[in-house]
């Protein structure tokens, strides 16, 4: 359709709008068929929505694109929400996002539960044993992308070498994400004021204090907590409400509250956890229902996905009119700048510690070596690299048994 192609020139009342039947049907197949994570996932709804059917032209694409990344949450699934708020007000919000969701947290489920019945079986602990280097190798390599993307000037590798060292000093997460969001937006306005006067000076003088006074906040404990439903749905309400960047972002979260702080997962279960995400179509986030599962049966599933993702649906409904404002906002650029790297920082630390657990001798050394260059040079569908490690780890587990 032209109109997918002629930007803002297309007004709004020439782009055909979707019914609620046709934005469930879109959403229900890219959540049951969309692997490869969230650049993919947008990249496929681009195609759908903006080539395929026209509802938003490439301008208006990229507008919600822009919203995405100011506000917390996943971002394909925010992406998702406002192309159905767009098209069908409220309802179709509440469809479009739902639809998407839905299909990825139905296949967790089913993992989920095969892995709490069968998961002892050497057969499943070999299949794992293969998985877990190789989901290292696919984090590996999303970090490095985004932070080819993300860090962009000196100023912003240095807060990203900040926060590295703030997260193994075992500062708080929250605070090392704020603290740096704060510290560049900061360091904008001052710049911005300044600039006509010593500006060299202001970047200079001020930013290395601003990225390192924020962020060395709080120092999370490390104590047990009791579990039970109600605490479940609020750890993952928030952190589906302050977490910014990719979706891998979440494993820091996970670890440090739910392994390191009350100590109701083991680092082998976050591992598990995170190939079960991996290996699912949809929504990284849904790894939240597996976790759910595993801490509190069909019931914890229920509410820790429900609290994931509840934020994006409120932030999206109330961000959606500030579209424009925001995404003109120099300071609010900036703050983002600073909470992303900080997120990646996040991700390389704990990507780190899971490694340690992950690759721990010479079979899942080669595997995660193997790994590495099928994915970033042969951009290999990691769903099927995935497949292919468990197979190995499969068969490594019965030679040697055998």
């Not at 992308?145 to 900040?162: D, E, F, S, W, Y």
């Not at 997260?167 to 704060?182: P, T």
Request: aromatic share 8%; net charge positive.
């Amino acid at each position: 359709m032209r109109g997918a192609d002629d930007g803002r020139s297309q007004s709004r009342a020439d782009v055909p709008a979707a019914s609620l039947k046709e934005l469930a049907l879109l959403f229900l197949r890219l959540g049951t068929t969309a692997f490869g994570g969230p650049a993919a996932h947008i990249a496929l709804m681009e195609d759908e929505v903006v080539r395929r059917r026209g509802w938003l032209t490439r301008a208006q694409f990229l507008d919600l694109l822009g919203a995405t990344n100011l506000i917390p949450g996943p971002n394909s699934t925010e992406m998702a929400i406002h192309v159905g708020h767009q098209q069908a007000g409220r309802l179709g919000l509440l469809v479009a996002g739902t639809c998407f969701i839905l299909p990825a947290a139905f296949i967790t489920l089913a993992f989920a539960w095969m892995y709490v019945h069968f998961g002892a079986l050497p057969q499943a602990e070999g299949f794992l044993y293969g998985v877990k280097p190789v989901i290292i190798a696919v984090v590996v390599q999303a970090l490095w992308g985004l932070a080819r993307v993300a860090v962009k000037t000196t100023l912003l590798a240095i807060v990203t070498l900040v926060a590295v060292v703030a997260s193994f000093s075992g500062v708080n997460e929250l605070a090392i994400l704020l603290g740096a969001g704060v510290a560049l937006a900061a360091v904008r306005w001052i710049t911005a004021r300044s600039r006509s006067a010593c500006p060299s000076a202001v970047v200079a003088g001020v930013s290395p204090s601003l990225a390192v006074t924020p962020v060395a906040v709080a120092v999370g404990g490390a104590t047990a907590a009791p579990f039970s439903l109600v605490a479940l749905f609020l750890f993952f309400l928030k952190v589906g409400a302050v977490l910014f960047g990719s979706g891998y972002v979440l494993l820091a979260f996970l670890r440090a509250d739910l392994v390191d702080r009350w100590h109701w997962l083991t680092e082998a279960q976050l591992l598990d956890a995170v190939a079960v995400g991996q290996v699912t179509p949809g929504p990284v986030f849904t790894t939240a229902t597996f976790v759910g599962y595993l801490l509190g049966g069909p019931g914890g599933a229920v509410v820790a996905t429900v609290g994931i993702f509840l934020p994006a649906f409120i932030f999206v409904a109330v961000s959606g009119p500030l579209v424009p404002r925001l995404r003109r906002s120099p300071t609010a650029a900036a703050f983002l700048d600073g909470v992303n790297v900080a997120s990646l920082a996040l991700t390389a630390a704990v990507t780190w510690h899971l490694g340690r657990a992950a690759v721990v001798d010479v079979p899942s050394v080669i595997l995660a070596a193997a790994s590495a260059p099928l994915l970033m040079h042969f951009r290999l569908n990691s769903a099927w690299l995935l497949l292919g490690g468990g197979l190995v780890g499969l068969g490594i587990t019965h030679w040697l048994r055998g």
